[in-house]
């Protein structure tokens, strides 16, 4: 079993009694037999893929004389670290039809298909080891974020994303942990705010990132799946599967969260692995190789969701990518099974498309937002309070009489004011937190009324003995005030 991050498979051959040009060709038709795709043919050698399908394991073989013996070497097509002995049942498969073709061609036919291939000769000085644009397997590193046909759509995401990333980073913001306002102003979403009018943060925030890490994580999700399944889907029907499941993912994560933060392209990316699951459920794809990718996707997608639960993860963008994903794989079903029906390709996409936005959209307007309403009134409550608090700022040779009048006509009575506000802020639909902050509030307005009660007593019979129990209540409203502000 091989283990890297390429497995690979090497075995040496013997020449015998054959000529290295006349085991060069015995080699082409092994593999050729095996049907293989022959790609490069040298003087020394030649280079052939696996064609098992698209969603099936591939091999690169590489075929290279080396004095008077030949090196075969089977490596792992794709981004798996291990095998699991394919790459040696591959070479010995190779090994033993080898032999059987060695028994069945004569001299002579060997002799004419040496002068047949003569014809396919790639000159010596080309580079052998150059892997094929087919193999589904990328060159180099960079070859990550450059589109060709086959996978055209993935790496453009992947660049758009990274490029926001920089934009966020060259204007200041934290490239490992950026603030709660930068994503804000950067387009995450955020109900308070996503629901005021600003619906474009539905999109906006599938291309935003908090952190180079999670920049990373998501990146190597989208290269994966992306290079699996564009080929297949196709660009219109990839592109418009990433961003629909991202405006799903996005609602959903709006009707489940009151005051969370949302950013990342994990519910799109969720989103294309739901529509990979919902295919490999379909007999689109060949039974055994249904089952391997089935297990492999499905554990993935199984571990990713338990991680979200264990805090400051938006799993319910997640779970709702990834569902609106699955329906959106079988809704695909009937023009992949057609695949001449072009016609029929568009429609699907067209009708998803209004569905998803029109459902969203529904979603969207109904959903209850007295947050700004709540924050619009706490304005007011500040406000009061400032004015009952005036009495402290009052000069020292401030007479009995006008700090009577200021304690009990002005502070006492702002604070019954701001209790009769508070009373009408829990009529609003606000999330938890903020129904536990507004009892804290009310507390504090109490005690703050307790303490001026005392206060008014100390100065009108103009007396000591209310000391201990007004220090008592000014000892509750610190505690009380410390907890508002979270430390």
């Not at 589109?147 to 995401?157: M, S």
């Amino acid at each position: 079993m091989a283990i890297g991050f390429t497995p690979k498979y090497i075995e040496d051959l013997y020449l015998d009694e054959f000529l290295p040009n006349q085991f060069i060709i015995l080699a082409i038709e092994t593999a050729r037999k095996l049907g293989w795709q022959v790609d490069y043919i040298n003087e020394t050698g030649f280079i052939a893929f696996t064609n098992n399908g698209i969603f099936k394991w591939n091999a690169k073989i590489t075929f290279k004389i080396e004095g008077e013996k030949a090196s075969v070497k089977s490596e792992s097509i794709g981004n798996e670290i291990i095998d699991f002995g394919k790459n040696k049942k591959t070479i010995e498969k190779f090994s033993d039809t080898l032999i059987d073709i060695k028994h069945s061609l004569k001299s002579e036919d060997l002799d004419k298909k040496i002068e047949e291939y003569k014809i396919n000769l790639i000159p010596q000085e080309q580079d052998f080891s150059k892997p094929s644009q087919k193999t589904g397997k990328f060159k180099d590193f960079f070859s990550i974020f450059i589109p060709r046909p086959d996978y055209f759509i993935t790496p453009i995401l992947v660049n758009v994303n990274i490029l926001v990333w920089v934009a966020m980073i060259c204007s200041g913001v934290d490239w490992l942990s950026p603030q709660n306002d930068s994503l804000i102003n950067w387009g995450a979403n955020f109900r308070p705010i996503t629901l005021q009018g600003e619906w474009w943060r539905l999109i906006t925030n599938c291309f935003l990132h908090i952190g180079i890490f999670h920049l990373l994580m998501n990146m190597y999700a989208l290269v994966y799946i992306g290079l699996l399944l564009e080929p297949y889907l196709g660009k219109t029907r990839f592109i418009a599967a990433y961003l629909l499941t991202g405006i799903i993912a996005s609602v959903t994560s709006l009707w489940w969260h009151d005051l969370t933060i949302s950013a990342g392209a994990s519910g799109a990316i969720f989103g294309i692995y739901g529509v990979f699951l919902a295919m490999l459920t379909t007999n689109l794809i060949e039974k055994k190789t249904r089952i391997a990718l089935l297990i492999s996707i499905g554990i993935f997608v199984t571990y990713n969701l338990i991680n979200g639960m264990k805090g400051g993860i938006d799993n319910a963008a997640h779970i709702g990518g990834l569902l609106g994903g699955i329906l959106i794989g079988y809704a695909y079903f009937p023009s992949l099974k057609k695949t001449e029906a072009i016609n029929l390709k568009y429609s699907i996409i067209g009708i998803l498309s209004i569905l998803i936005v029109s459902i969203s959209f529904i979603i969207y307007s109904k959903l209850p937002n007295d947050i700004p309403k709540y924050d619009e009134k706490l304005k007011s409550f500040i406000s009061m309070e400032q004015m009952a608090l005036e009495i402290y700022r009052m000069p020292r040779n401030t007479s009995k009489e006008k700090l009577l009048i200021e304690i009990k006509d002005i502070g006492t009575y702002y604070w019954n004011e701001n209790i009769k506000l508070l009373k009408e802020l829990e009529k609003l639909d606000i999330p938890e937190p903020l129904h536990e902050r507004n009892k804290k509030l009310l507390k504090y307005c109490n005690l703050r009324i307790k303490s001026y009660e005392l206060i008014y007593k100390t100065i009108a019979e103009d007396t000591q003995k209310y000391r201990i129990e007004m220090e008592d209540y000014n000892r509750k409203i610190e505690n009380i005030i410390i907890e508002l502000k979270g430390k």
